[in-house]
């Protein structure tokens, strides 16, 4: 079956402007992730959903990111104000439940803001 | 922060050599998994270890894990050139939401 999608696999934005990335997560899946990674670093939480609500939104660096799932499938991660320092990839990963064992992670969207 | 942390760095190997990698991390954990990752893109599951278990095989690979050293070892035998990647070991801990991934083994292996 069908994997974690992700969209757009690449975004040129610049400084100031504001951004969207969507997840499509596995077909069933009631978790779902996102992580971010800066170049030469591992993924970094920051928001985790079970089913349509944000059961942990520790990870997000500042009120310029949200994410929601309003129907509990897909997710998109909104970057208002982009700042250069956003420049990275971000992943999405999903889980049938709050299972750290299953995480199967999308292919990410790599985010350069000019 | 991350909660793990990984060395080498970077490893280049020959073909058919082993390479071993090695990742450290700061609290207890639940398990320890190690992940595959190329080109900077989405990471693939390769090996979960149990923090009641000391070692775990899998095909060419091999996992050692030690609780009192908070530090496991991921072991690639006969290396091929398509095991080139990066490496990343990452930790569930008990009440977190999330996994903690180390900084990555960026392997090289020429042909």
């Known amino acids: 079956g069908a994997g974690v999608s992700q969209t757009p696999s690449n975004k040129v934005t610049e400084k100031g402007k504001y951004v969207e990335l969507r997840c499509d997560p596995i077909?069933?899946?009631?978790?779902l992730y996102w992580y971010r990674q800066s170049l030469g670093q591992g993924p970094e939480f920051l928001i985790y959903?079970?089913?349509?609500?944000?059961?942990?939104d520790s990870g997000l660096p500042n009120d310029r990111f949200f994410a929601v799932r309003p129907e509990g499938s897909v997710s998109t991660l909104k970057i208002q104000r982009t700042e250069r320092g956003d420049s990275a990839v971000y992943l999405c990963?999903?889980?049938?439940?709050?299972?750290?064992?299953?995480?199967?992670f999308g292919p990410g969207t790599r985010l350069l803001v000019l | 922060s991350q909660q793990g942390e990984e060395d080498p760095q970077a490893l280049s190997i020959q073909e058919g050599e082993n390479a071993t990698m090695n990742c450290s991390y700061k609290?207890?954990?639940?398990?320890l998994q190690w992940y595959r990752q190329n080109s900077g893109r989405g990471l693939v599951h390769l090996i979960l270890?149990?923090?009641?278990?000391r070692e775990k095989h899998s095909g060419r690979l091999r996992v050692t894990l030690d609780t009192s050293k908070k530090s496991s070892s991921l072991l690639i035998t006969a290396s091929r050139a398509a095991d080139t990647a990066s490496y990343f070991c990452?930790?569930?801990?008990?009440?977190?939401?999330?996994?903690?991934f180390g900084t990555g083994t960026r392997l090289t292996v020429i042909p």
């Open positions: 990963a999903s889980s049938p439940g709050l299972n750290l064992e299953t995480q199967y």
């Open positions: 270890i149990r923090s009641n278990e």
């Open positions: 959903f079970q089913g349509t609500g944000a059961a942990d």
């Open positions: 609290t207890s954990i639940n398990n």
């Open positions: 990452a930790t569930d801990h008990a009440g977190a939401n999330n996994l903690f």
């Open positions: 077909s069933g899946h009631t978790a």
